[in-house]
Structure formats: structure tokens, C-alpha cells
């Protein structure tokens, strides 16, 4: 999630209403990963470090299909 910049509830260009529902591999079965770092980069981008890989999104919270294959690094 992403707070307002006003500080007053979830920002709504982030994601949707302002939370972020992300589901690594669930084509497959897999309907989570333990994150274990956070970070955001120079561009605003978001960068998480979970078990399975990397995974970085987009300032608005979209999955960056950029980052290595479909926005996971394994």
C-alpha cells in the first residue's frame, strides 16, 4: 500500500485504491513469497527481494515487465 502524500488514507493512483495484490508464479500454484527487503530506486521505482527472485514495479504498483523475465529475477 501507499499512503497520500497528505498523509490522509491510501493514495488511489497506487495499484488499486491504493494497495497492491501481487501473486508470484500462481499459474503454477504458488500464491506467495516471503519478502525480506524493500527499497525504492532512483526512479521511483518499487524493488522487493522475497525468496523466489526479485520482483520490481512500476511507480503506480505495476508489475515492470523490464525487470529481467515478466518482473521477476530469479
Given at each position: 500500500?501507499?499512503?497520500?502524500?497528505?498523509?490522509?488514507?491510501?493514495?488511489?493512483?497506487?495499484?488499486?485504491?491504493?494497495?497492491?495484490?501481487?501473486?508470484?508464479?500462481?499459474?503454477?500454484?504458488?500464491?506467495?513469497?516471503?519478502?525480506?527487503?524493500?527499497?525504492?530506486?532512483?526512479?521511483?521505482?518499487?524493488?522487493?527481494?522475497?525468496?523466489s527472485g526479485q520482483y520490481r514495479?512500476?511507480?503506480?504498483?505495476?508489475?515492470?515487465?523490464?525487470?529481467?523475465?515478466?518482473?521477476?529475477?530469479?
Amino acid at each position: 500500500f501507499r499512503m497520500a502524500a497528505d498523509g490522509q488514507g491510501l493514495d488511489p493512483a497506487f495499484g488499486t485504491s491504493g494497495t497492491v495484490l501481487f501473486r508470484y508464479n500462481q499459474s503454477q500454484g504458488n500464491n506467495y513469497d516471503y519478502f525480506y527487503g524493500m527499497g525504492v530506486d532512483p526512479t521511483d521505482r518499487i524493488v522487493v527481494s522475497g525468496s523466489s527472485g526479485q520482483y520490481r514495479f512500476s511507480p503506480s504498483g505495476q508489475p515492470d515487465a523490464g525487470h529481467r523475465t515478466a518482473s521477476v529475477a530469479p
